[in-house]
Each structure stands twice: as C-alpha cells, then as structure tokens.
C-alpha cells in the first residue's frame, strides 16, 4: 500500500502562484511514475502533468503547458506542483497519484495505483 498525502492547496488570485506537494508512504519502492490530475465542479477528472520517477521525464497537458512545473525529490518520496499564471479555470480539487508500472503515457487515471485524497485550489477573478 502507499499512501498519498497533498498539501499546498488555497485561494489564489488570477496571475498568482501555489505550490502544491504530495508525500508518499508505505511501499514507494517501486514507484514508476507520479501524476497530478484535477477535477472542477460537474467536470470529470483531467489529466494535469506526470513526471517518471527514475528518468524525470515529464508530460504536460496543453492547458498547463508553461504554466505548471512539476518536480520530484526522491529522497523524499515527494512530488511538487509549481502552478504560476494561474487562471480561474485552474480551479479543482487536485490529486496526486503514483503508478506502479512502466507505460508510455501516463495521461490516463487508470495507470494509477493509488490515489491522494485531493487539495482544493480556487482561483478567483
């Protein structure tokens, strides 16, 4: 089991900045991949940024792409999510996730294997 644990969330202003954190615990040996999806009110589940735990390669969505940086500390079992130039459609709950297993594309919540409780960012106007 891991268990996930997101932090960071908040009110923000358009244009401003959060950094978000998601801790890992419990059987991180063998994590693959993190990711970070977000979901709005009435919306499905989106897809937000993964990075590869061994390689550090990362992939964006579009929507984010400039905006959002997302880095690991290893040592820490420890993910962050840089958000600047944020814009009130940013605003979700947001989830960190961790898969255990190798794919291409780790755009797909049903890569993952464990799931944060999630972080509320609101961006205001």
């Known amino acids: 089991q891991v268990q996930l644990v997101e932090s960071g969330g908040g009110l923000v202003q358009a244009g401003g900045s959060l950094r978000l954190s998601c801790a890992a615990s419990?059987?991180?040996?063998?994590?693959?991949?993190m990711g970070w999806f977000r979901q709005a009110p009435g919306k499905e589940r989106e897809f937000v940024v993964a990075?590869?735990?061994?390689?550090?390669?990362?992939s964006y969505a579009d929507s984010v792409k400039g905006r959002f940086t997302i880095s690991r500390d290893s040592a820490k079992n420890t993910v962050y999510l840089q958000m600047d130039s944020q814009k009130p459609e940013d605003t979700a709950v947001y989830y960190c996730?961790?898969?255990?297993?190798?794919?291409?594309?780790?755009?797909?919540?049903?890569?993952?294997?464990?799931w944060g409780q999630g972080t509320q960012v609101t961006v205001s106007s």
């Open positions: 990075i590869t735990w061994t390689s550090g390669r990362t």
């Open positions: 996730a961790v898969s255990r297993a190798y794919y291409r594309d780790y755009s797909r919540d049903v890569v993952y294997d464990y």
């Open positions: 419990g059987r991180t040996f063998d994590t693959k991949a």
